[in-house]
């Protein structure tokens, strides 16, 4: 909706949070300054962590990646063959699919997955599940605002001055 600037019905939409910033989204949206950032870490089974320091420690493992996010370093491992992606629409998909065995890792900040590993599953199934302490990336998030929006600019300049 964001990027149309028009929800379901009349409503108005003028932007979302929290974004880390791509050249693609750019072009529909401005950007404000940072609001936060977050360590990205790959989260794993226990039983099958691996304490990677390096993209090539990685080699043959199935990352599990959400069909909306960028992740160049793993994109480019996979243009290498190290590693092998597989996207999904939303972090359920993916932890189902970590849990099942089908995927090997997910990346996600360390808040994000706590947050949904708390509210989305059980005791048992978080207690399986551990990330590996290698920062993939230090991410900044930014609020959005479509460029439909004519005085969607000047509140993004206005907020940069502030």
């Known amino acids: 909706y964001a990027k149309s600037g028009r929800g379901s019905s009349k409503e108005l939409w003028h932007g979302s949070v929290v974004w880390v910033h791509s050249n693609e989204r ?3 949206f401005y950007y404000s300054e940072p609001v936060m950032s977050e ?5 794993f089974l226990k039983s099958k962590v691996n304490n990677w320091s390096k ?3 990685l080699q043959g493992i199935h990352i ?7 992740y160049p370093a793993f994109e480019e491992a996979e243009k290498k063959k190290i590693l092998t992606i597989e996207r999904a629409g939303n972090y359920s998909v993916l932890f189902e699919r970590l849990l099942s065995g089908r995927i090997d890792a997910i990346p996600l900040e360390k808040k994000v997955a706590a947050y949904f590993l708390r509210t989305n599953l059980t005791k048992e199934k978080r ?3 551990t990330f590996a302490p290698t920062i993939i990336q230090n991410r900044v998030f930014h609020l959005i605002l479509s460029k439909k ?6 509140l993004i300049e206005f907020l940069i001055k502030v």
Not at 149 to 154: D, I, P, S
């Open 55 to 57: 993209i090539e420690d």
């Open 149 to 154: 929006h004519q005085n969607n600019k000047a």
């Open 64 to 70: 599990g990646e959400t069909s909306h996010t960028a």
């Open 26 to 28: 750019a072009k529909y």
């Open 39 to 43: 360590q990205q870490v790959l989260f």
């Open 127 to 129: 207690d399986l599940i």
